[in-house]
């Protein structure tokens, strides 16, 4: 059975490594006594697919993993399920309680760490990999007015390329960005408690044929901008022509309070 889990990544813990991440999961994983499901092998592995990496020292309001679980098992003890009584069907198994998955696996994870929700994954179903398209980040960028992001961000929305370098397979290539910029709106100044005045920026950034970082974002908004808060707060799969998260929640959902709260 494939489980999808969605999570916040939130604090301190903004600092760990997508690799790093891998490992905190294998751990919360074992330590939660899921039945995990592994490869074969000399060097089994837990069958896990991660969604899109994250910046290292960014946050994310809604990352997420999918998990291949054993549904032979007995999800409490780890022991294999009671045969049927003579002469009844053969069980397929024990019903997973997805609704129950937070709050188990929650305990094991590090703070910071909060898993969100849970869902089963149809046979088929593309990986995160391919299945997100598109994503929304907050951004906080110190040091420059409200007025004068304003300005630079009218100015990109209206420029036919925006021409970026970056480093990749050792080579310096240069890319136009501009047509994975998808929205960009200047939504006010830098929240109270960061160390300095700024202003807030949110994005949305296409992830395919290649991501923008919002890094990236900025040097191609030019005025020399630095981001000192960067928080993922969507990622998107395109059904049937609409957006939707990987969860499965419809696009106007994640406009709720809940997420904007939690984004600003």
Not at 51 to 62: F, M
Request: proline content about 8%; glycine content about 10%; aromatic content about 4%.
């Amino acid at each position: 059975m494939r489980v999808r889990l969605r999570f916040s990544k939130l604090g301190k813990v903004r600092f760990t490594s997508h690799r790093d991440v891998a490992r905190i999961w294998e751990r919360g994983l074992r330590r939660a006594s899921l039945p995990v499901v592994y490869t074969q092998g000399f060097s089994p592995r837990p069958k896990l697919s991660f969604g899109l990496a994250l910046p290292t020292g960014a946050e994310s309001l809604g990352e997420y993993l999918d998990v291949e679980l054993d549904v032979e098992l007995d999800f409490a003890s780890g022991e294999a399920a009671a045969p049927a009584a003579r002469g009844g069907a053969a069980p397929h198994g024990p019903a997973l309680d997805l609704e129950a998955l937070p709050a188990r696996l929650d305990p094991a994870l590090p703070v910071g760490f909060h898993v969100q929700g849970a869902a089963e994954v149809p046979p088929g179903t593309a990986s995160l990999q391919q299945a997100v398209v598109r994503c929304t980040w907050r951004v906080t960028v110190p040091g420059v007015s409200v007025a004068h992001l304003t300005e630079l961000v009218d100015a990109a929305l209206g420029a036919d390329s925006l021409v970026v370098g970056r480093t990749r397979k050792g080579h310096e290539v240069h890319d136009d960005v501009r047509p994975a910029i998808r929205s960009l709106e200047v939504v006010g100044p830098t929240p109270a408690g960061l160390s300095r005045a700024g202003a807030t920026l949110v994005a949305e950034l296409d992830t395919q044929p290649r991501s923008v970082r919002p890094s990236e974002l900025l040097v191609a908004l030019g005025g020399d901008l630095r981001e000192e808060r960067v928080l993922r707060t969507h990622q998107w799969m395109q059904l049937d022509g609409a957006l939707r998260e990987p969860i499965g929640l419809p696009h106007d959902a994640t406009r709720a309070p809940y997420a904007q709260a939690r984004a600003s």
